[in-house]
């Protein structure tokens, strides 16, 4: 009796203290997109949260990096710790756009988060998910 008393009252103090971290609590995220072949253009990146909107809609956030060599770096900060999954593109015309045939397939290089890779479409959430935590978590994205 004595004891769960005493593990409810340690609880408490747990859930007080996480409380009052506020801010500290949440993530923040390094994302290095490689496979660019050029100089030139900008790297797109989209993080997403929404398993159902994954890839198309639900960006949470997101960036433009400049591209000077093979590799770009982007952080993104103040996360809530839970899975999330990453969109990247290599705009190498540098119009904004990610470009595709006129049947539908892309013309510029593309990637997600875990090297997922959809059949015929972009791959699932879960495929591409991976969690943040408190802390810094890095993730690589490989654009092909
Ligand atoms: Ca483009």
Do not use: C, W
Not at 26 to 35: E, K, P, W, Y
Not at 100 to 106: R, V
């Amino acid at each position: 009796m004595f004891r769960r008393v005493s593990s409810a009252a340690a609880a408490g103090v747990v859930a007080a203290a996480v409380m009052m971290a506020g801010p500290a609590s949440a993530g923040s995220l390094q994302v290095v997109v490689t496979g660019m072949d050029a100089f030139g253009g900008r790297v797109h990146i989209g993080i997403f949260s929404d398993p159902e909107a994954f890839p198309h809609s639900g960006r949470i956030d997101g960036t433009e990096v400049p591209v000077f060599g093979d590799r770009v770096v982007a952080e993104f900060a103040d996360l809530p710790p839970g899975e999330y999954a990453i969109a990247a593109y290599y705009d190498a015309d540098g119009d904004g756009e990610f470009d595709t045939s006129a049947l539908g397939l892309p013309k510029e290089k593309y990637g997600f988060s875990n090297r997922a890779r959809g059949v015929l479409g972009p791959p699932s959430f879960s495929e591409a998910a991976f969690r943040v935590t408190e802390g810094r978590t890095t993730v690589q994205v490989a654009v092909d």
